[in-house]
């Protein structure tokens, strides 16, 4: 009988407990959620004015929850001169995060990396504008290969 008795004190304990570790659950949830919005740093995108696909990759970086500040330029080759990014990594716009520069059309997944991972580099680039990256439209037709950067001089860093 005391057995008994004991199974149920503790099926009772756990029907009132379940619904409270639910709860605690989805708080916490909830709040790991809001913590990686607020640790996403401001960025800033150096471009030009009256290019759509530069607009595209800001709207996708503040989708991403970034706070993206926004730089036009008539001319970009102070930007690309300063990160020391040579012509065959080059793109139409540059991202500064952090310690690192993000050379054109990047997709988060290698965002993610590089500020997971803190690599020693500059930066990373997605040459040209291939189709169906951030901001560019289309769908992908080919593997995107991204580059890390050091003093000018790249390798690659991931393909997706």
Known sequence: MLQKNNLIKLT???ILTLP???IINLVTEKKDASANIDNKQIVEVFKTPTCGCCNGYVLFLEKENFKVKKTDMGNLDTIKKKYTIP?????????I????FIEGHVPLE???KLLKEQPDIDGIALPGMPIG???MPGDKDEPYVIYQLVDGK???FMTI
């Open 154 to 156: 790249f390798s690659v």
């Open 97 to 100: 995060m952090d310690k690192y």
């Open 133 to 135: 990256t951030p901001g």
């Open 20 to 22: 409270l570790l639910y």
């Open 87 to 95: 012509l065959e990594m080059q793109s139409c716009h540059t991202t």
């Open 110 to 112: 290698a965002i993610n």
């Open 12 to 14: 009772i304990i756990t």
